[in-house]
């Protein structure tokens, strides 16, 4: 009779965890499309009330290299790729996170549903050889939680329209 137990260790979904948080050291900025109408002010510019920013803080970003890394094609003309992965922690929202005295954090803020269309705008790439990821945008088109549920792993294209 097979150990009913199973062979692994009741905590080894967490295993991983501390060496992919140490990878996120982009930060990032989430927007959440509003539906609203970009508008012209006189004087002043353009008002941008298309999006809202939903989350902030740190992400690990690299290359989509699964089978849903592909190229995109509609009616014979290149849409886009699903080229990025931006790995986030659940629970790590920076917007509306309480610090204490010491400036330590001691609760985060809620994170927001992500969904398709939201937009990833890359704001600090500090390690060598990612600062061709500054102020770049991505649109998610794949927001997975990740099998070991404290990160989302948000599949996002570029080259959009």
Known sequence: ?????????????????????????????IYKPTGGVAEWIPGEGMADNTTALVWRGYARVQPNIDWRARPRDHGNEFDATHAVRIQLGIGKNLLGAVRDDNGQITAYGDDPLFAKDFVVRVVEAPVSGTEGLLNKAFVVR?????????????????GTK
Request: aromatic fraction near 10%; proline fraction near 7%.
């Open 1 to 29: 009779m097979l150990n009913s137990r199973g062979v692994f260790h009741p905590l080894f979904a967490y295993h991983p965890r501390p060496t992919v948080e140490g990878t996120q050291h982009t930060l990032v900025e």
């Open 142 to 158: 794949n927001a997975l939680t990740n099998d070991t549920t404290w990160q989302y792993n948000l599949l996002c294209d570029t």
